[in-house]
């Protein structure tokens, strides 16, 4: 049986990744240290990928402190939530960046939201219930 692991995202700086996801809900799981590769990755996700969840891998690259450029091929990570407005306001207050306030879709009844990451990457939330 196949299934979905995980997404890999370079970031320019790890720690601060890891504090947005954080505020998400999403827990460091494993992380690896490649020093002759000079590069550090972090798998992050809500349970151990024995559970059956797709993880968040982020990818830094020692001394590689610029953004990357996200592409126009990448539309966004979507995380179901019980309650997206309280997830909003989280990564608010955490100084996060809201893009689309927590509401229906157009022409809809789903409650979605949107956020960005750090390096910019797309975030939706969906309302559980709804997905």
Known sequence: MASYLHTMVRVSNLERSIAFYKV???KELRRR????GKYT????GFEDNAHGQAEIELT????????????TGF?????????????VEKVRE????????AGPVKFGTT?????EDP?????????????
């Open 33 to 36: 240290e490649v020093p002759d």
């Open 24 to 26: 998400l809900g999403l």
């Open 119 to 131: 390096d910019g990457y797309k975030i939706e939330f969906i309302q559980r219930g709804t997905l």
């Open 75 to 87: 539309g966004h990570f979507a995380l179901g939530y019980d309650d997206v407005a309280r997830v």
């Open 94 to 101: 955490a100084g996060g960046k809201v893009t689309r306030e």
């Open 60 to 71: 830094y690259n020692w001394g590689h402190d610029e953004p990357y450029e996200v592409g």
């Open 41 to 44: 990755l972090v798998f992050m």
């Open 111 to 115: 409650v979605i939201a949107f956020v």
